[in-house]
T-cell receptor, first 110, second 114 residues
């Protein structure tokens, strides 16, 4: 079965620093991959999705992710963190149903 | 306009009670879901419902039953509530299944069983 693994349950960066949230997938075929963000007391919102059209995917709020087949990775990045980016981030793979990673909590320090 | 709305937002009840959570989507989607998020933020699918076909996660106790009066609604009924049912329950919808269509989530219902 396809799955995703998020490395690091908690990532802390300073405001203005690079954000890197890691996600690896297990799949023998190119999967549909997604990143979602969850702000406190809210549901999940779609940040971006990979559909094989391009390996570098741009999402909302300045986030982007690069699909690397050789590394089976789909890491999420943002060049400069903002305080408002503090949230829980989920990588997900669509395999019949949407299957989520365990989540990474991003903390942004002033 | 809220795309996927759930009610209530908070639900506090005692063990053994029966409760329902309602979900409505106004996106015209044909597939709806219920997810459970535990205290460690782990998300687990409970049900998906598409064109009257119900797909149940086999690990979900049969005390949980989804009910869909029409394509825009998928309610969750829980019988004989247990302490371990305490969690945040999310309703979601998508256009189709397995076709790279993302999920649209409601804001969740925080269920506390005492």
């Amino acid at each position: 079965a396809q799955s995703v693994t998020q490395l690091g349950s908690h990532v802390s960066v300073s405001e203005g620093a690079l954000v890197l949230l890691r996600c690896n997938y297990s799949s023998s075929v190119p999967p549909y991959l997604f990143w979602y963000v969850q702000y406190p007391n809210q549901g999940l919102q779609l940040l971006l999705k990979y559909t094989s059209a391009a390996t570098l995917v741009k999402g909302i709020n300045g986030f982007e992710a690069e699909f690397k087949k050789s590394e089976t990775s789909f890491h999420l990045t943002k060049p400069s963190a903002h305080m408002s980016d503090a949230a829980e981030y989920f990588c997900a793979v669509l395999w019949g149903d949407m299957r989520f990673g365990a989540g990474t909590r991003l903390t942004v320090k002033p | 306009d809220t795309a996927v709305s759930q009610t209530p937002k908070y639900l506090v009840t005692q063990m053994g009670n029966d409760k329902s959570i309602k979900c409505e989507q106004n996106l015209g989607h044909d597939t709806m879901y219920w997810y459970k998020q535990d205290s460690k933020k782990f998300l687990k699918i409970m049900f998906s419902y598409n064109n009257k076909e119900l797909i149940i996660n086999e690990t979900v106790p049969n005390r949980f039953s989804p009910k869909s009066p029409d394509k825009a609604h998928l309610n969750l009924h829980i019988n004989s509530l247990e302490l371990g049912d305490s969690a945040v329950y999310f309703c979601a919808s998508s256009q189709g299944q397995g076709n790279n269509s993302p999920l649209h989530f409601g804001n969740g219902t925080r269920l506390t069983v005492t």
